[in-house]
C-alpha cells in the first residue's frame, strides 16, 4: 500500500481533509493503513527505506547486536502517538475554537510536538564538530599476553565490536568535508573488559605539547571572533599569528600543509594515537606503545584546487564516500600496528617520547602489525550514534595505560567534561552507543536522565545490607602501572621539548617532490590570506629553521623582497637527529591492496556516442570494482550508435569531474562533436588533467582533449590515447587508475 499510494495518489492523501468542513471529520487512524498488518516492521521499513547504492551491508559484528534492540525504534505498520502513547487522530491541524478562530492552548499534542521540535539541536562539539562514523569490528592477530593483558588481544582471531568516528576539526557540524584540516580518527572498542577509545588524528603529532595551550589553539584556528569567519578554513590571521609565536607547532604545521590534510577519502588515510602509551601484561610489566592504522585501501589524498571545487559540487564528499563504500559491501579495512620500545630507547632518542610534536620514526622502531579493522555498517541514526557517540581518552582498559606526556594528562580530563555539556549530564555512558557491552555496576546513582532502575537501599562500599557489592575486583581490576615519581612540583617543560624544527625538516625532506610543491604552494596559499606582514614575516623566519628552499620558495610567492633572519632557537645547543630522511612519510609510501576498487570513473556520452566501446569498457571496470558512471549533458536517455539508448547516471553540471577518479572518452564522432562545443565538457577535461587524474580516449575521442587544449604528452602514462579498445589499452588505463595520480604533469602556474 506504502507503494502504491506514493505512485498512484496525491502525496498526502488526508490534505482534503485538512480544508472547510472535511477538517473536522478528520479520516480515522493515521496517514496510510497498511495492507497487511501482521507485515514484520523490519520488511516494511526496508520498502520505505531511502534509495541506496549497491547491495545491502551484512550485519557483521556490531556494537548494536542484540544490545541495542531495546531502544531501536521502527514505525511501519504503526498509528502515530504522542511520547506518552496516545494514540494521535490528526497530525495537520491545531485545536481551534471554530474553523478561523484562535489556537487553543489546552492542544497537548501541538504542544509536545513543538516543545520536543524546539529543543531537538544539542551543542555541536567544540572541535570536530563535523563526523562521520560507522560501525565494524577488530580482530585481533594473535595474543599479546607477553605485552598486554588488554583483554582483546588475547587469542588470535578474536574480534571485539568497534564504532568508528572520523572527522574535521575546525569547521561547524554542518561545513565541508573538503576543508584543509587534520581529519580525528576515534575508535571505541567494546571490549568484553570494558570500553577502550583510541582517540587518535590521521597526522601522527599535534600542535602543541601542553593541554594547557588547547583552548589557545583552538580559539586560534576557529572562526575569528568578532565576524565569525572563515567557516572550516585555516587560512586567516589568527591561527598564523598563533603559530609564528609557537615554533613547538611548526613540524604539525608541516603535516596540516601537506596533502595529508585533504583525504581523497576516510578509508585512504592512516591514524595515529599520537601519544605515547603503555601496555601492561599480566605480571605488572610495562613497555611504551605507539598506535598505528594503516589503510588497506592506500593512502591516498585531493589537490587543492580539486579540494576547493569538490567543496562546492558534493560538501558531503568524505561523508558520502564512506556511506556509500559500506552499502555496497566494500567494507574499509585497516592494519593496527604498534612501535613498542622500552625507557632505555626512549631515554637514548633525541628528542622525549613524552613529546606529542614528535614522532618515532620507523627506522628507529619498526612498525608491528597486530590486528585488522574493518567497517561492516552504516549507522542507523546519524543522530543517534554517530552525534551521540562520546569519545573520551580516558576511557582506557585494563593492560592499557597513560604516560606522562602532558597533552594526554589534560584530555582525560577534558573529554568526560566536555560530554556533560554536550550529552546533558553525567549519564551519557548510559546512551546505547557508548553503554559497554561489559556489565556495569557500582554505587554511582541519579544524575540527569538516569536510565538504569537499580535494585537495593545499598549504594555505598563498604556495605553488609548489599551482601557488601558490588565488590572491589581485585587482581582482575585495573591495573594503573606503578611509575615511580620523586620530584618537585614546578611549572615547566623538560629540556629535549625545546627542540622545534629537526623532525619538521625530516618530515619536508622526505616528500616526493610533487609533495614538496604542494607544501609550498599550501603554505603561500595560506600565508597569502594572512593579512598583517609581520604574521607572514615571523612564519617565513620560521621556515627558514625547516628548509631553506622551502622558506625562500614561500617567500618568493609572497612577493617578499628580502627574507627576514632565521627565528631564534629555543634551544640551546644543537641536537642531531638520529633519521634526516624516511620513505615512510610520504603517501606513495603506501599505495595500497585494493586496486582500483571503488574508484569513481566517468564514462562521457551524447547523442551517437560508440556503444560497445562504451559496454565494453564500463564492464571491463565494474570486473574490477570500480563504480562507473556515465556522464553527458543531461541525465537519462542519449541514443547510442545502437538499437539500445544509454541510460545516463550524471550530467556535466550536477557531478563535475572534480567528483571523479578517472575518466574515458568512448568513440562517436557526432557525441564528440556535441561535448566539443559544450564548455562544460571541456572543463570537465581540464580539471580532470590538472588534478593528475588518468583519462583514457578511445578512437574520434581524441578530438576532445584537443579542443580542451590538453597537452599529449608520451610520456604521461595517465593520459592514454587509443585507436581502439584492446586489451592492452583496458590494462594501461586501468594501470593508471591505479596510480591514483599522475604528478609528472603538474607545473605552476598550470599549463591547463
Ligand atoms: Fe581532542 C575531540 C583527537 C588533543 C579536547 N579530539 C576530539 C576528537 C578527536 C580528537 C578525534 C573527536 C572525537 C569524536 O569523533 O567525537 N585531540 C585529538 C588528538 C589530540 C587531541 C589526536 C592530540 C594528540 N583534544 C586534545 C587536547 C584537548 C582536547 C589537548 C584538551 C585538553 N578533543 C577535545 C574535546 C573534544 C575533542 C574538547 C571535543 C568534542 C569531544 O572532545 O568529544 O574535549
Given at each position: 500500500a506504502v507503494g502504491e499510494m506514493a505512485a498512484g495518489m496525491p502525496t498526502n492523501p488526508n490534505k482534503a481533509a485538512e480544508y472547510g468542513e472535511a477538517a473536522t471529520r478528520p479520516p480515522a487512524g493515521n496517514t496510510v493503513q497498511p495492507d497487511d498488518p501482521s507485515a514484520t516492521a523490519s520488511t516494511l521499513s526496508e520498502a520505505n527505506e531511502s534509495q541506496k547504492t549497491g547491495k545491502p551491508a551484512a550485519a557483521g559484528v556490531n556494537a548494536a547486536s542484540g544490545e541495542l534492540d531495546r531502544v531501536r525504534a521502527d514505525s511501519s505498520?504503526?498509528?502515530?502517538?504522542?511520547?506518552?502513547?496516545?494514540?494521535?487522530?490528526?497530525?495537520?491541524?491545531?485545536?481551534?475554537?471554530?474553523?478561523?478562530g484562535p489556537a487553543l492552548?489546552?492542544?497537548?499534542?501541538?504542544?509536545?510536538?513543538?516543545?520536543?521540535?524546539?529543543?531537538?539541536?544539542?551543542?555541536?562539539?567544540?572541535?570536530?564538530?563535523?563526523?562521520?562514523?560507522a560501525h565494524g569490528y577488530f580482530e585481533s592477530y594473535e595474543s599479546l599476553a607477553e605485552l598486554t593483558c588488554a583483554s582483546l588481544f588475547a587469542e588470535s582471531g578474536k574480534r571485539t565490536p568497534v564504532f568508528v568516528r572520523f572527522s574535521t576539526v575546525a569547521g561547524e557540524r554542518g561545513s565541508k568535508d573538503?576543508?584543509?584540516?587534520?581529519?580525528?580518527?576515534a575508535v571505541k572498542f567494546y571490549t568484553d573488559e570494558g570500553n577502550w577509545d583510541l582517540v587518535g588524528n590521521n597526522m601522527p603529532v599535534f600542535f602543541i605539547q601542553d593541554a594547557m595551550k588547547f583552548p589557545d589553539l583552538v580559539h586560534a584556528v576557529k572562526p575569528e571572533p568578532h565576524h565569525g569567519m572563515p567557516q572550516a578554513a585555516s587560512a586567516h590571521d589568527t591561527l598564523w599569528d598563533f603559530v609564528s609565536l609557537m615554533p613547538e607547532s611548526a613540524h604539525m604545521m608541516l603535516w596540516l600543509m601537506s596533502d595529508r590534510a585533504i583525504p581523497r577519502s576516510f578509508r585512504m588515510m592512516q591514524g595515529f594515537g599520537v601519544h605515547t602509551f603503555r601496555f601492561i601484561n599480566e605480571r605488572g610489566e610495562s613497555k611504551f606503545v605507539k598506535f598505528h592504522w594503516d589503510p588497506k585501501q592506500g593512502t591516498h589524498s585531493l589537490v587543492w584546487d580539486e579540494a576547493v571545487k569538490i567543496s562546492g559540487a558534493d560538501p558531503d564528499f568524505n561523508r558520502r564516500d564512506l556511506w556509500e563504500a559500506i552499502e555496497a559491501g566494500e567494507y574499509p579495512e585497516w592494519e593496527l600496528g604498534v612501535q613498542i620500545f622500552d625507557e632505555a630507547q626512549a631515554e637514548s632518542f633525541s628528542f622525549d617520547v613524552l613529546d606529542s610534536t614528535k614522532l618515532i620514526p620507523e627506522e628507529l622502531v619498526p612498525i608491528t602489525p597486530i590486528g585488522r579493522m574493518v567497517l561492516t555498517r552504516n549507522p542507523d541514526n546519524f543522530?543517534?550514534?554517530?552525534?551521540?557517540?562520546?569519545f573520551c581518552s580516558a576511557h582506557v582498559v585494563r593492560g592499557i595505560d597513560f604516560t606522562n606526556d602532558p597533552l594526554l594528562a589534560g584530555r582525560i580530563h577534558s573529554y568526560i567534561d566536555t560530554q556533560i555539556t554536550r550529552l546533558g549530564g553525567p549519564n551519557f555512558h548510559e546512551i546505547p552507543i557508548n553503554a559497554p557491552l561489559a556489565p556495569v555496576y557500582n554505587n554511582q546513582r541519579d544524575g540527569m536522565h538516569r536510565q538504569a532502575v537499580h535494585h537495593g537501599r545499598a549504594a555505598y562500599e563498604p556495605n553488609s545490607l548489599g551482601g557488601g557489592c558490588p565488590f572491589q575486583a581485585g587482581s582482575a581490576g585495573f591495573i594503573s602501572f606503578p611509575e615511580p615519581v620523586d620530584a618537585t612540583e614546578l611549572r615547566g617543560k623538560p629540556e629535549k621539548f625545546a627542540e622545534h624544527y629537526n623532525q619538521a625538516t625530516l618530515f619536508y625532506e622526505s616528500q616526493a617532490q610533487h609533495e614538496k610543491q604542494h607544501i609550498i604552494n599550501a603554505f603561500s596559499f595560506e600565508l597569502s590570506k594572512v593579512t598583517v606582514p609581520g604574521i607572514r614575516q615571523r612564519m617565513v623566519a620560521q621556515l627558514r629553521n625547516v628548509s631553506e628552499t622551502l622558506a625562500s620558495a614561500v617567500a618568493g610567492n609572497l612577493g617578499m623582497r628580502e627574507m627576514p633572519d632565521p627565528m631564534p632557537k629555543a634551544n640551546a645547543q644543537e641536537v642531531i637527529p638520529e633519521v634526516t630522511r624516511s620513505d615512510f612519510l610520504s603517501l606513495l609510501a603506501r599505495p595500497g591492496e585494493t586496486g582500483i576498487r571503488t574508484r569513481k570513473i566517468a564514462i562521457l556520452a551524447a547523442d551517437g556516442i560508440n556503444a560497445k566501446t562504451v559496454e565494453q569498457m564500463a564492464q571491463a571496470l565494474i570486473a574490477q570494482g570500480a563504480v562507473v558512471r556515465l556522464v553527458g549533458q543531461h541525465i537519462g536517455l542519449?541514443?547510442?550508435?545502437?538499437?539500445?539508448?544509454?541510460?545516463?547516471?550524471?550530467?556535466?553540471?550536477?557531478s563535475p569531474s572534480p567528483l571523479f577518479d578517472a575518466a574515458v572518452i568512448p568513440d562517436g564522432a557526432a557525441a564528440i562533436e556535441t561535448l566539443a562545443a559544450d564548455g562544460l565538457a571541456l572543463e570537465f577535461l581540464r580539471d580532470l588533467f590538472r588534478h593528475g587524474k588518468a583519462l583514457l580516449a578511445i578512437g574520434g575521442g581524441e578530438l576532445l582533449i584537443q579542443r580542451a587544449a590538453i597537452p599529449i604528452d608520451p610520456k604521461d602514462a595517465g593520459l592514454i590515447i587509443a585507436k581502439d579498445?584492446?586489451?592492452?589499452t583496458i590494462d594501461d588505463f586501468v594501470a593508471?587508475?591505479?596510480?591514483?595520480?599522475?604528478?609528472?604533469?603538474?607545473?605552476?602556474?598550470?599549463?591547463?
Open positions: 505498520g504503526q498509528a502515530m502517538t504522542t511520547n506518552q502513547g496516545v494514540p494521535v487522530a490528526n497530525n495537520q491541524d491545531s485545536l481551534k475554537a471554530g474553523l478561523r492552548l489546552k492542544d497537548f499534542i501541538l504542544r509536545e510536538k513543538l516543545t520536543h521540535f524546539d529543543h531537538e539541536r544539542i551543542p555541536e562539539r567544540v572541535v570536530h564538530a563535523r563526523g562521520s562514523a573538503t576543508a584543509r584540516d587534520v581529519r580525528g580518527f543522530f543517534a550514534e554517530t552525534e551521540q557517540v562520546a542519449v541514443s547510442a550508435d545502437s538499437e539500445t539508448p544509454l541510460d545516463l547516471d550524471a550530467s556535466l553540471q550536477n579498445l584492446a586489451q592492452n593508471a587508475v591505479q596510480k591514483h595520480r599522475h604528478p609528472g604533469r603538474e607545473s605552476d602556474p598550470p599549463l591547463v
